[in-house]
Nanobody
Framework: QLPLVESGGGLVQPGGSLRLSCAASGFTLDYYAIAWFRQAPGKEREGVSCISSSGGSTNYADSMKGRFTISRDNVKNTVYLQMNSLKPEDTAIYYC??????????????????WGQGTQVTVSS
């Protein structure tokens, strides 16, 4: 079993919302920075959002600012990505990743030690 499991993806109409979850299996997320990346067909994997291990620092890609919110619940060992005002261009597989350095790196995939299998998000009418 992969150490991280994403859930919450699906089909949604433009303007709709989804909340993605990233749950850890076999380790605690308390000391890890968590990032969400996404990959659309034919495109490179890109950073969406990240949150530091303390939760005190977050970052968002420009096109997600004001629409997406990342949060973490260390009691539930889960990180969330609330996505509002979804657009067709948000269609992609969304992956979460955990970095043991605890620092939020939005554009540096190599900083992350564990990855999930991804969850499909499709925005279409």
């Amino acid at each position: 079993q992969l150490p991280l499991v994403e859930s919450g993806g699906g089909l949604v109409q433009p303007g709709g919302s989804l909340r993605l979850s990233c749950a850890a299996s076999g380790f605690t997320l308390d000391y890890y920075a968590i990032a969400w990346f996404r990959q659309a067909p034919g495109k490179e994997r890109e950073g969406v959002s990240c949150i530091s291990s303390s939760g005190g620092s977050t970052n968002y890609a420009d096109s997600m600012k004001g629409r997406f919110t990342i949060s973490r619940d260390n009691v539930k060992n889960t990180v969330y990505l609330q996505m509002n005002s979804l657009k067709p261009e948000d269609t992609a597989i969304y992956y979460c990743a955990a970095g043991s350095n605890g620092v939020c790196y939005l554009y540096d995939k190599v900083r992350y030690d564990y990855w999930g299998q991804g969850t499909q998000v499709t925005v279409s009418s």
